[in-house]
């Protein structure tokens, strides 16, 4: 994406305030152009003087008089205009920012698991601070200085070649000189300045990660290393940026030496052309104001450049992120049905994380409403990628799942997974109260049905006993829980959100047996109502079960009740063995 293809679509997140955008950037044209009266006016009055007669005081202030109010009045002009624009400007460009910032995060948000596993969150953090940033002065920039230092160079010049065009001849050198120049730093480190961002980004990324694996870092005395690794990917930002900075040192002092040089041959020429007489003093009066506002604006120029070559790759990235398509979203028919009666069936469904090894396998089997079924198999097995798929964290390569007989691609996202409640894994929570985390599928639920959730989910005692009961704050992802607390409220929290389909992925396997037996008690009642779907290690815990699903390597090699598959003697039986040590049942 070229560096004007960056700048239109960065005024194109302007959105509705992008008329405001345009007449705060044609006032700055406006007053841009108040500008030039200056230095005119101060050329005039210097002309007025050297005509007047020296003793005439009341003809030499006539002649004076009405040029010095019209300054006054420019003045004015331009004190108003300037304070309103700055105003404005502030304000549009915070407002953008925050605007664009939310609809980052959104669109983030939407994005489905397959292109989140691939950036780490620490780097798209990044992404966003930095993008929404340069978003923020390129707008500021633009309606504030850039804008008005573009158009007020290309009237400008002009207006100089008309004033004097010999003169005006040496001021277009100058321009040409700071064209090339910049043009040419531009190329020089445009891939600098990529490498300089890929840098940053892993160093956001690395941070990030050190930091949300700060008890793996302290217990494994690894601090000294990743600082080690910090300081490397430190030194390859450094590595990156010192050419780039002596690139534009060089541009510095070549556009100084350009100017001073051109001053130099203006007031020359200027004298010169006074003993020839094609010249007035008030004339190059004027025209070394002019050439000094003309150098004013291109050395604002150049610094806009300088800038936006550093900026460029962070709004690349930005873009880059707010382009990605999710490849998971709504049909432009799909449909919401409302609450499921809960047949859930897969009809040979595969699909890869990477092809051709595949991690689920032509997978077919129904639920019917109410039942349960439970799937056991080794790990890496296949089984909490075959659950996902039912509630689109992934979509199937090939075959398809479908609710009450309606495909799920053709379900509203938010549809299908209001229908759904989740135990994951692996329980994820917020560093909120324990309240929030709770009413995360059901915000409006009471206080009484938040308790009556925690009761079934065994997690009402030691809530109770946290200093602030249910308002306790239990940290980043729950880290001041035990594994086994934080994976009851995950469990309250489905019981609360309260869908007709439940997933429940390893959902009591950090529990002690009591509490675990309880929990599965308690949980009897409310499966026998709904779809659940229970991936489990520890065979005891799936005795209830309608059907077993026994998968290895994505694909189901047994299926059957629990005395069934117990009595068949294959993986089943085997797993029993070697968990229970049960003698080998009859074939
Ligand atoms: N996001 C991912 N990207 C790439 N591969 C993945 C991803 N998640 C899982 N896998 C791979 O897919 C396979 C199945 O993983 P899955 O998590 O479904 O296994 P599982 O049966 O649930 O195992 P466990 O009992 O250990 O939870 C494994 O080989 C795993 O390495
Ligand atoms: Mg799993």
Known sequence: MGIFHLYSRALDLLGSDQRLGWTLAFANVALACALFAEPILFGRVIDALSDAPSTAESVTWSAVWPL????????????TCSTAVALFSDRLAHRRRHAVLTSYVEHVLHLPLAQHSKTHSGRLMKIMLQGTDALWW??????????????SLIILVPVALYINWRLACVLIVLCLVFGFLTHFILRKTQ???????????????LTAD??????????????????????????????????????????????????????????????WLYTQSLITIGEIVTFVAFAG?????????????????????RLREFFEVL????????????????????????????????????????????IQPGQTIALVGASGAGKSTALSLLYRAFDPQSGRITIDGIDIRQFQLTALRRNIGVVFQEPLLFNRSIADNLRIGAPEASDAALREACIRAQALEFIEQQPDG????????????????????????????DAPILILDEATSALDTPTETSLLN????????????????RLSTIRQADHILVMDAGKVIELGSFDGLYQQGGRFTAIMQQQYGFAQPLK
């Open 470 to 497: 249910f308002d306790t704050i239990i940290g980043e992802r729950g880290r001041t829980l035990s594994g086994g607390e934080r994976q009851r409220l995950s469990i309250a929290r489905v019981l609360l959100k």
């Open 68 to 79: 010095l109010l019209l300054w006054i009045g420019f003045g004015l002009f331009t004190i």
């Open 522 to 537: 308690a949980l009897a009642a409310v499966t026998q109502t709904r779809s659940t779907l229970v991936i489990a290690h």
């Open 293 to 313: 506002i003309i150098i004013a604006r291109l050395d604002q120029v150049v610094a806009f450049a300088n800038k936006l070559a550093g900026d460029a790759p």
């Open 191 to 205: 891939v600098l300045q990529q490498q300089i961002e890929g840098h940053h980004s892993d160093l956001a990324e």
């Open 210 to 271: 050190t930091l949300s694996n700060i008890a793996l870092v302290q217990s494994f005395a690894r601090i000294q290393i990743e600082m080690q690794s910090l300081q490397q990917v430190s030194q390859r930002v450094l590595g990156a940026q010192f050419p780039v900075l002596s690139w534009w040192a060089l541009v510095t002092v070549l556009t100084r030496s350009a100017t001073t040089i051109s001053i130099l041959c203006i007031i020359v020429l200027g004298v």
């Open 138 to 151: 390129l707008w500021l920039s633009f309606f504030r200085d850039h804008m008005a230092a573009i158009v």
């Open 323 to 366: 382009d990605m398509a999710p490849d998971i979203k709504d049909r432009p028919d799909a449909i919401d049905p409302g609450r499921c009666v809960g047949l859930v069936e897969f009809h040979g469904v595969c699909f890869s994380y990477h092809a051709p090894h595949r991690a689920v396998d032509d997978l077919s089997f129904a």
